[in-house]
């Protein structure tokens, strides 16, 4: 089995015949709503010297998303950075397609891959590949179900090596 996931791995690495990312079929975005604690993610030049991250997602009248995205910056102890922005569904059918932005006119890919049913963890990913978001209701995720997020990221095409763990408070 071990062979096997790495070979995967590779080829995730390589970039090579990658299908296109594929998202979960149906997202209920009242159940998305509230607060994420990142349990890993790709290093993003826009989260650098961040640890203890988290993201709030609330609904507004106009039916788009309030995302504020908070970490301290370089420790637990460091003081505390917010970035909000804002995001729209650009599948009606799944809502697992967004588009997230916190300055105009940029706007960000924000794929929800994989997704608890019971909406306790979710996998965030980009169509390029480029970064990747483990969320938890919860600032720790048990060790088996991080294991099994970690097999189906590979078989989307993510590269498992390239996460970057992220310290949260006990």
């Known amino acids: 089995m071990f062979i096997g996931l790495l070979a995967l791995t590779v080829q995730a690495a390589a970039g090579e015949d990658q299908a296109p990312l594929s998202t979960v079929s149906a997202v209920d975005l009242n159940r998305y709503l509230g607060k994420w604690y990142e349990i890993a993610s790709y290093p993003a030049w826009?989260?650098?010297?961040?640890?203890?991250?988290?993201?709030?997602?609330?609904?507004?009248?106009?039916?788009r998303i309030r995302v504020?995205?908070?970490?301290?910056?370089?420790?637990?102890?460091?003081?505390?950075?917010?970035?909000?922005?804002?995001a729209e569904v650009v599948?009606?059918?799944t809502r697992a397609k967004l588009k997230v932005w916190f300055f105009w006119p940029f706007k960000g890919d924000y794929w929800i891959i994989d997704l608890d049913p019971d909406y306790q963890w979710a996998v965030v990913g980009v169509p390029s590949r480029?970064?990747?978001?483990?969320?938890?209701?919860?600032?720790?995720?048990?060790?088996?179900?991080?294991?099994?997020?970690l097999r189906r990221v590979i078989e989307k095409g993510y590269d498992p090596t390239r996460l970057n763990l992220t310290i949260q408070p006990k």
């Open 46 to 63: 826009f989260q650098r010297d961040c640890t203890g991250s988290t993201a709030d997602y609330t609904q507004l009248p106009d039916g």
């Open 68 to 86: 504020v995205n908070r970490c301290f910056k370089n420790s637990l102890d460091g003081p505390l950075k917010a970035s909000k922005g804002k």
């Open 91 to 93: 599948d009606a059918a």
């Open 130 to 149: 480029k970064y990747l978001w483990i969320l938890s209701r919860t600032p720790t995720l048990d060790g088996a179900v991080y294991d099994g997020i």
